[in-house]
């Protein structure tokens, strides 16, 4: 059974930093591609960024672009998000995800795993 849980959230003032990480178990971690998404209340979710199986590639919303980040340490199992810059507009739960399309997907009905979510709040 796959497990992801994902931790770090929290209350952050405007301009300051946060980092997800997201735990997997139950499936072979360097086969998937994993994922970040977010859903604010009374929005829809919508794609943060992904990184590769491998990786090597990353791909961002255009939202984060060159504020956060995704990396992953495929010996724990592990992926991360960095958030740096955090806007009052980036207020929302962030979830993690795993497809096995090696590169990865910005939908998010190509995920068939998912975390519970951790809630990121950022105050003007």
């Known amino acids: 059974q796959v497990q992801l849980v994902e931790s770090g959230g929290g209350l952050v003032q405007a301009g300051g930093s946060l980092r997800l990480s997201c735990a997997a178990s139950?499936?072979?971690?360097?086969?998937?591609?994993m994922a970040w998404f977010r859903q604010a209340p009374g929005k829809e979710r919508e794609f943060v960024g992904v990184i590769s199986a491998s990786g090597s590639r990353t791909s961002y919303a255009d939202s984060v672009k060159g504020r956060f980040s995704i990396s992953r340490d495929n010996a724990k199992n592990t992926v991360y998000l960095q958030m740096n810059s955090l806007e009052p507009e980036d207020t929302a739960v962030y979830y993690c995800a795993a497809t096995i399309l090696l590169s990865g997907s910005i939908y998010s009905h190509d995920y068939k795993s998912w975390g519970q979510g951790t809630q990121v709040t950022v105050s003007s």
């Open positions: 139950g499936l072979t971690f360097s086969a998937y591609s």
